[in-house]
């Protein structure tokens, strides 16, 4: 969604900028890299192979390091959880019945989070915000396993991670909430593996929509990025 809208108070002045034109451009003058450290530790074998494939397909040769992203994921779990307690936090008190429990009991945890680590983890959301957009000033994207793993199955409730086993709710995100906390535009592509499918990040700078969306469509062109209807 582009445009302005008087009605939102968050909402940026900005004009539409079409990405769809800019398509077909392809690879070519593109800047990519790969992100290291957090992003390959504790990932599966199939999420490094997932991610290596499409650095092969972009010619992307080169590493870089998001700084203190583990922070980054703690600081993006204070704050979401105490402001999606507080916009819940009337019908928690009213209709705690309405609630999935699993969601209930993290809804009421989020309730209980201290005033100041929430501020000071959007004190930390600033710094965190800047160093990370000076990645962009030698790269015009990064990519990222979008998950540690491949899908979990339905009704699974754990997987491992580094050795150690996590409820899977709470930690399959740990890979894009560093990246949402501070709304970088991500395309997440599907990376057909077998049996079960696994995506990759496309992260770019603020407002450049356009590059995430040129890359992801030359990988869909290339064959790296497919989503294969599920076998019957």
Not at 101 to 120: E, F, N, S, T, W
Not at 168 to 184: D, K
Not at 195 to 213: G, H, N, S, T, Y
Request: net charge neutral; charged share 25%.
């Amino acid at each position: 969604m582009q445009g302005y809208d008087p009605d939102d108070p968050a909402c940026a002045d900005r004009a539409v900028e079409s990405a769809a034109p800019l398509l077909d451009r392809g690879l070519g003058g593109l800047r990519t890299a790969v992100a290291g450290g957090y992003f390959r530790k504790g990932a599966s074998p199939e999420a490094i192979v997932a991610t290596d494939r499409v650095a092969a397909a972009l010619h992307a040769d080169r590493d870089v390091d998001i700084p203190e992203a583990a922070h980054a994921r703690a600081a993006a779990y204070v704050i979401t959880a105490s402001e999606g307690a507080a916009l819940h936090l009337d019908r928690l008190r009213t209709r705690a019945g309405d609630f999935d429990p699993a969601v209930r009991d993290r809804l009421i945890a989020g309730a209980m989070v201290p005033a100041a680590l929430v501020v000071k983890a959007q004190k930390f959301r600033r710094w965190y915000r800047d160093r990370v957009m000076r990645l962009f000033d030698e790269v015009d994207a990064i990519i990222a396993p979008a998950t540690p793993c491949t899908a979990p199955l339905i009704g699974q409730q754990t997987f491992v991670l580094d050795g150690a086993e996590l409820p899977v709710r709470a930690n399959l995100g740990i890979y894009t909430q560093p990246i949402s906390f501070i709304g970088l535009p991500v395309v997440a592509v599907p990376i057909p593996l077998a049996p079960l499918p696994i995506a990759v990040q496309i992260i770019a700078a603020p407002w450049r929509e356009d590059v995430a969306l040129r890359i992801a469509y030359a990988l869909e062109k290339k064959g790296i990025a497919a989503a294969p209807k599920p076998a019957e």
